[in-house]
């Protein structure tokens, strides 16, 4: 059965960060907005994906108004409904889980709960409706405009045609860019192409990065939490790649701007401690519920997002990879994650002399699923539109610049900051991992340059395979959504294209984000902070 909108401001396909910075942009400036999603719940990376923020140093101060009231959100959910102790008390800022990798790692779940709260006020102007469980299928294009996207109901089969002015794909993997036939980019440009240094000499379509299939573990000593061993076990025990210093399931992996092999064991010390004596191994990296900010009754949990479970055998876009091919890959990204556990339950050295830790428990509650593994696997790698400018790594990449300034972009709308950082590929490259200049985002970067009507809003922006390694992370991509969505407001204002405002609006477009608390320039102390701490390194 199909039925049809009539008609919508803004449709945006996909739920993720962007996708939720994209609607509440877009509501605030008075349009009517339909958010289409896969999962049962908002917020892509930070709740479906089940990844703590990876975010700058800087974000305490320097974060949007919608994204530091999205985190305000979260760390008031704790502080009001959760039992914190005096150690916690003191904490400025909280951390719910203590986590090395950000100054606010915590529960998928509570993410989840915090976006619908901070969405509240759109949902009330009435011109905002979020469709939960919808896959899009199909989209009907007419000559640049994008009309309309079928979206079907993954639970009954029901087929839904909206109609819309402007259309935002904030897909994890860029889907209408393909549904469209629009001009995309898939996997590692050529050097010749980019004219980056660390890009490949020939193009590789399928050279993409490694997806990683999370989950929530606790530790019970004493008690025996293990799984069925999983199919793939072997494989993943007996394989040892040659880019990698041992095989998968072991506590051996590779530095990443080094290359260097290191040891890093799941515990250093005790469990429990609020921070790790040497701050090196796993269970503090992603830590989301530290015992030591409660009363006793809630235990540490950490989140597995760790170099062993990066599956990058097969590639998930790209020329030949079908609906088949995507789903194999998929189930290999699961089948790794589940080998890892039960590794570490069942042979896993420990400093003892013994093997495994059967005590390792699923968190199901956490990430929202029955067995505690992420409700979706983590994208790191999407379809990129081909833009109307594209970010390269000479634009933000220290090595490149050599001692240059920060890389300005007049079209600026908003900024982020965060290494080049590459997993290793499904076209057998290891980590490419580059320092990198605080950068911006610029309004070019998501206007497609064969589409009116459409505007990217995750990691399918105007950035190349390298690039795209500083623009992924969450903070990054709230700020490509808050512009996405203030952009298709402008849109219907004027009655021009995506490019049209670039080229004659574009100070309409600054001077909204500015007014609704978004930066679009680093501070001048940050960039000379930043040029002091380059120049010591050189």
Not at 113 to 122: C, K, Q
Not at 304 to 332: C, F, K
Request: proline content about 7%.
């Amino acid at each position: 059965m199909s039925s049809r909108i009539q008609v919508t401001d803004v449709l945006i396909v996909g739920g993720g960060l962007g996708g939720v910075a994209a609607a509440q942009s877009a509501v605030a400036l008075g349009r009517t907005v339909v958010v289409a999603t896969e999962g049962p719940w908002l917020g892509g990376q930070l709740t479906t994906q089940a990844v703590p923020p990876d975010e700058n140093q800087w974000i305490e101060t320097l974060a949007s108004t919608t994204y530091a009231r999205l985190r305000a959100t979260i760390r008031g959910i704790y502080a009001e409904q959760y039992p914190v102790s005096p150690y916690g008390r003191r904490q400025r800022p909280f951390n719910p889980g203590l986590g090395n990798v950000s100054r606010i790692t915590h529960e998928p779940r509570v993410a989840a709960v915090a976006i619908e709260s901070v969405l509240s006020p759109s949902y009330a102007t009435g011109r905002l409706a979020v469709l939960r469980h919808r896959t899009p299928i199909t989209v009907e294009r007419e000559g640049r405009r994008i009309r309309s996207v079928t979206v079907r109901d993954t639970r009954t089969g029901d087929e839904l045609t909206i109609d819309a002015h402007v259309v935002i794909d904030a897909t994890e993997l860029g889907d209408l860019l393909e549904l469209a036939a629009l001009e995309f980019v898939t996997g590692a440009e050529a050097q010749h192409e980019t004219g980056e240094l660390h890009a490949l000499e020939t193009a590789d379509p399928l050279d993409q990065q490694a997806v990683s299939w999370c989950f929530a573990i606790e530790h019970r000593p004493g008690e025996d939490h293990v799984i069925d061993r999983p199919a793939s076990y072997a494989h993943w025990r007996d394989t040892h790649d040659p880019r990698w210093p041992a095989p998968q399931l072991s506590w051996e992996d590779l530095e990443p701007p080094t290359l260097a092999r290191r040891h890093r064991a799941i515990f250093s010390g005790d469990p429990a401690d609020a921070v790790a004596p040497d701050g090196r191994d796993f269970w503090h990296y992603r830590r989301v519920l530290a015992e030591a900010n409660f009363d006793g009754s809630i235990p540490d949990v950490t989140l597995v997002n760790w170099p062993q479970i990066d599956y990058w055998e097969r590639p998930l876009v790209g020329p030949g990879i079908g609906p088949a091919e995507r789903t194999a890959a998929v189930a290999g990204a699961r089948g790794l994650s589940e080998s890892l556990l039960y590794w570490m339950q069942t042979e896993a050295p420990r400093p003892d002399g013994g093997t495994g830790y059967p005590g390792l428990r699923l968190r199901p509650d956490v990430v929202g699923t029955e067995d505690g593994f992420a409700l979706e696997p983590y994208i790191r790698e999407a379809r990129r539109i081909r833009a109307v400018f594209t970010v390269t790594e000479e634009h933000i990449g220290c090595e490149m610049r050599d001692g240059r300034p920060v890389e300005q972009f007049a079209d600026s709308v908003g900024i982020g900051s965060y290494r080049i950082d590459l997993h290793p590929s499904t076209a057998g490259r290891t980590y490419v991992d580059i320092d990198c200049d605080p950068f911006q985002i610029p309004l070019g970067a998501l206007i497609p340059r064969d589409a009116d009507n459409l505007i990217p809003a995750n990691k399918n922006i105007g950035t190349t395979h390298i690039s795209n390694g500083a623009y992924r992370l969450h903070p990054v991509e709230w700020g490509i959504g808050e512009a996405a969505g203030v952009l298709a407001a402008t849109m219907l204002v004027t009655g021009e294209s995506a490019d049209g405002v670039r080229a004659r609006h574009l100070d309409d477009v600054q001077r909204i984000m500015l007014q609704r608390g978004v930066p679009i320039a680093w501070p001048r102390r940050v960039l000379d902070e930043r040029a002091l701490f380059v120049s010591a390194q050189r």
